[in-house]
């Protein structure tokens, strides 16, 4: 490429030329004209002075006019020079604006473009108050013009040029230019404005489009962290992926998340983590490290990828949990580049989210401990107050009857041992349905309609009262897992009245959904009771009404002698499946 000041000297060279034609050409031919004037028409006359002054006026009035329209020529012309020059600069910024870069990349053409342009000594951009959601603070990056050697006493002149957009100032353009050097060419006060206009709606596209994508990688990673957690996964593998998208996120070579001695302990108790070696304290680290999985380390040792001097620039937030701390997560990198403050805040989010992991792993735990200890109770309170009483009747009654073999009442003896039978029998038929119901109803593996009629079939062939299930809810029923296991408890017990008391043939489980709430009727046809007799209401009904108590729903029981029983469980609001285009609730 011709450098500027060449350009401009071979432009100037043909007005140079022109206007030296248009001043001796005039002049030619009015000496021309005077001296044909002389030898022709004005031969014999003397000379005159006076004509002679006057055309030499005449000569004089000519290189004036002609000096002056090419001035006007002149000025013209490096007016038009200036104005395509200032044009050819801004069109060259603009150019090299337009081409894909990062924030980087677009520092770098614009600066390489403006030293082309201008012909300045030094470029400079400086971005000051820089302050995104990720990242805040000044930026200066600068080029040297390889083309232009100033002497070492040349003048120079420094001109600053605010970045502006709108009403924001995103930094300042400072340009260092030798003064008189040829290949300097000062922008206009105009144009350079236009550039740093140009260079800051760039500076400004390109950063909201990199912090938009920035927010999107992280809104991604968030999500599917907090999917993990909803979907009740394993912690360490949600702990994993925490630090997976850590490091992923953030361009880290090293990713860990330590949990202290007091937390691993913890965990480990639940279950929720390896059980440590017996006899010592330790803590756990999760690592991306290929040759370093997630292992233990004595309590007050440093995990070794943390102490490795290869990362030279390192971050780490505090994991802290309703307890108090749990550990940190910390990432290295092993170049130079420091992490920023948006770093750290991302950092900082996904701290909350291990809180939130660990807390609510534990939580579940606790809540699975403490249904199987009611689960527990319940059926040591079943079993006492069947089974248990029923042995102990029976043996009181097998001891009566022991003395009272002395006697020989053979027929007494006969109807005594019978009666025992039917007990125990009784008992039996208890402890079944009591089995069946624990590993029918509780099957993660079927929905509450497939459990229910799974356990009736078993209950229709034990019993020998034909039952049957009808669900008049279209689509699935949409319930919280402790809300299905207390309703099928209260089926599973009146089901168990109905062969204990009711002598039914014949009974059925309707599910429907009405305007109240979903409903699940139990019906036989059975000798009934009064029940108005509150009298009647034993421990079933009692037990049946705190289970729904429980979930917010109610019992109903209608019956009158001789016209079976009617047992109605009511749970409120709607449960049922939502027609196709609406919102249906989701089943976790």
């Given at each position: 490429m011709?450098?500027?000041?060449?350009?401009n000297i071979?432009?100037?060279?043909?007005?140079?030329?022109?206007?030296?034609?248009?001043?001796?050409?005039?002049?030619?031919?009015?000496?021309?004209i005077?001296?044909?004037?002389?030898?022709?028409?004005?031969a014999?006359?003397?000379?005159?002075?006076?004509?002679?002054?006057?055309?030499?006026?005449?000569?004089?009035?000519?290189?004036?006019?002609?000096?002056?329209?090419?001035?006007?020529v002149?000025?013209?012309?490096?007016?038009?020079?200036?104005?395509?020059?200032?044009?050819?600069?801004?069109?060259?910024?603009?150019?090299?604006?337009?081409?894909?870069?990062?924030?980087?990349?677009?520092?770098?053409?614009?600066?390489?473009?403006?030293?082309?342009?201008?012909?300045?000594?030094?470029?400079?951009?400086?971005?000051?108050?820089?302050?995104?959601?990720?990242s805040?603070?000044?930026?200066?990056?600068?080029?040297?013009?390889?083309?232009?050697?100033?002497?070492?006493?040349?003048?120079?002149?420094?001109?600053?040029?605010?970045?502006?957009?709108?009403?924001?100032?995103?930094?300042?353009l400072?340009?260092?230019?030798?003064?008189?050097?040829?290949?300097?060419?000062?922008?206009?006060?105009?144009?350079?404005?236009?550039?740093?206009?140009?260079?800051?709606?760039?500076i400004?596209?390109?950063?909201?489009?990199?912090d938009?994508?920035?927010?999107?990688?992280?809104?991604?990673?968030?999500?599917?962290v907090?999917i993990r957690?909803?979907?009740?996964?394993?912690?360490?593998?949600?702990?994993?992926?925490?630090v997976?998208h850590?490091?992923?996120?953030?361009?880290?070579?090293?990713?860990?998340?330590h949990?202290?001695?007091?937390?691993?302990?913890l965990?480990?108790?639940?279950?929720?983590?390896?059980?440590?070696?017996?006899?010592?304290?330790?803590?756990i680290c999760?690592?991306?490290?290929?040759?370093?999985?997630?292992?233990?380390?004595?309590?007050?040792?440093?995990?070794?990828?943390?102490?490795?001097?290869?990362?030279?620039s390192?971050?780490?937030?505090?994991?802290?949990?309703?307890?108090?701390?749990?550990?940190?997560?910390?990432?290295?990198?092993t170049?130079?580049?420091?992490?920023?403050?948006?770093?750290?805040r991302?950092?900082?989010?996904?701290?909350?989210?291990?809180?939130?992991?660990?807390?609510?792993?534990?939580?579940?735990?606790?809540?699975?401990?403490?249904?199987?200890?009611?689960?527990?109770?319940?059926?040591?309170?079943e079993?006492?107050?069947?089974?248990?009483?029923?042995?102990?009747?029976?043996?009181?009654?097998?001891?009566?009857?022991?003395?009272?073999?002395?006697?020989?009442?053979?027929?007494?003896?006969?109807?005594?041992?019978?009666?025992?039978?039917?007990?125990?029998?009784?008992?039996?038929?208890d402890?079944?349905?009591?089995?069946?119901?624990?590993?029918?109803?509780?099957?993660?593996?079927q929905?509450?309609?497939?459990?229910?009629?799974?356990?009736?079939?078993?209950?229709?062939?034990q019993?020998?009262?034909?039952?049957?299930?009808?669900?008049?809810?279209?689509?699935?029923?949409?319930?919280?897992?402790?809300?299905?296991?207390?309703?099928?408890?209260?089926?599973?017990?009146?089901?168990?009245?109905?062969?204990?008391?009711?002598?039914?043939?014949?009974?059925?489980?309707?599910?429907?959904?009405?305007?109240?709430g979903?409903?699940f009727?139990?019906?036989?046809?059975?000798?009934?009771?009064?029940?108005?007799?509150?009298?009647?209401?034993?421990?079933?009904?009692?037990?049946?009404?705190?289970?729904?108590?429980?979930?917010?729903?109610?019992?109903?029981?209608e019956?009158?002698?001789?016209?079976?029983?009617?047992?109605?469980?009511?749970?409120?609001?709607?449960?049922?499946?939502?027609?196709?285009?609406?919102?249906?609730?989701?089943?976790?």
């Amino acid at each position: 490429m011709r450098p500027l000041g060449d350009r401009n000297i071979s432009a100037g060279r043909p007005l140079r030329r022109l206007r030296l034609i248009g001043i001796l050409l005039p002049i030619a031919f009015l000496l021309a004209i005077e001296l044909a004037r002389r030898t022709v028409v004005e031969a014999e006359k003397p000379l005159e002075w006076g004509h002679l002054l006057l055309s030499a006026i005449e000569m004089i009035a000519v290189v004036g006019f002609s000096t002056v329209m090419f001035d006007l020529v002149e000025r013209t012309q490096r007016e038009k020079e200036r104005r395509n020059r200032e044009l050819a600069a801004t069109n060259a910024v603009s150019t090299a604006l337009r081409e894909p870069h990062d924030l980087d990349g677009i520092v770098d053409a614009a600066l390489d473009s403006i030293l082309s342009a201008t012909g300045a000594l030094v470029a400079t951009i400086v971005m000051h108050d820089r302050a995104t959601r990720w990242s805040a603070g000044s930026k200066a990056s600068g080029r040297i013009n390889p083309l232009v050697t100033p002497a070492p006493d040349a003048e120079r002149e420094v001109i600053d040029v605010p970045l502006t957009t709108g009403t924001a100032v995103l930094g300042t353009l400072r340009l260092t230019f030798v003064v008189g050097h040829a290949e300097s060419q000062i922008l206009a006060h105009d144009t350079l404005q236009n550039i740093g206009q140009q260079l800051a709606n760039t500076i400004q596209n390109v950063t909201l489009i990199t912090d938009l994508q920035r927010g999107m990688k992280e809104g991604h990673a968030f999500y599917d962290v907090l999917i993990r957690i909803s979907n009740v996964n394993p912690l360490a593998d949600t702990l994993t992926a925490v630090v997976d998208h850590a490091a992923a996120r953030l361009s880290a070579d090293a990713a860990v998340l330590h949990l202290n001695e007091k937390t691993t302990r913890l965990l480990a108790a639940d279950g929720q983590l390896a059980a440590t070696p017996d006899g010592t304290d330790h803590t756990i680290c999760f690592c991306t490290e290929p040759d370093h999985p997630s292992n233990a380390h004595p309590a007050g040792d440093d995990c070794p990828v943390r102490t490795d001097p290869k990362f030279a620039s390192t971050v780490a937030v505090p994991l802290r949990g309703p307890d108090g701390p749990i550990g940190d997560l910390w990432l290295g990198r092993t170049s130079e580049q420091a992490f920023e403050d948006g770093d750290g805040r991302f950092l900082a989010t996904l701290s909350e989210l291990i809180s939130i992991a660990i807390t609510n792993a534990r939580m579940q735990e606790h809540e699975r401990h403490a249904a199987t200890i009611a689960e527990r109770e319940r059926i040591a309170r079943e079993m006492h107050d069947g089974m248990a009483q029923v042995l102990g009747v029976t043996h009181l009654r097998l001891r009566a009857l022991e003395a009272r073999l002395a006697d020989t009442d053979i027929d007494s003896s006969r109807a005594e041992i019978t009666a025992l039978a039917d007990l125990c029998h009784e008992t039996y038929a208890d402890v079944r349905e009591a089995i069946v119901g624990l590993r029918e109803l509780n099957r993660g593996d079927q929905s509450l309609v497939e459990g229910l009629r799974a356990y009736v079939d078993k209950y229709t062939r034990q019993s020998g009262i034909h039952t049957r299930v009808s669900c008049e809810v279209p689509g699935d029923i949409l319930l919280s897992p402790r809300a299905e296991l207390q309703l099928l408890r209260v089926v599973q017990e009146a089901l168990t009245n109905v062969r204990k008391h009711s002598e039914a043939t014949e009974a059925s489980v309707v599910i429907a959904d009405s305007p109240e709430g979903l409903t699940f009727t139990v019906r036989d046809n059975g000798h009934g009771f009064d029940a108005s007799d509150l009298t009647r209401e034993g421990i079933g009904l009692h037990s049946m009404r705190e289970r729904l108590a429980l979930i917010g729903g109610t019992l109903t029981v209608e019956s009158t002698p001789s016209s079976g029983t009617r047992i109605v469980a009511l749970v409120p609001g709607s449960h049922g499946r939502a027609q196709q285009g609406e919102v249906a609730g989701v089943r976790i």
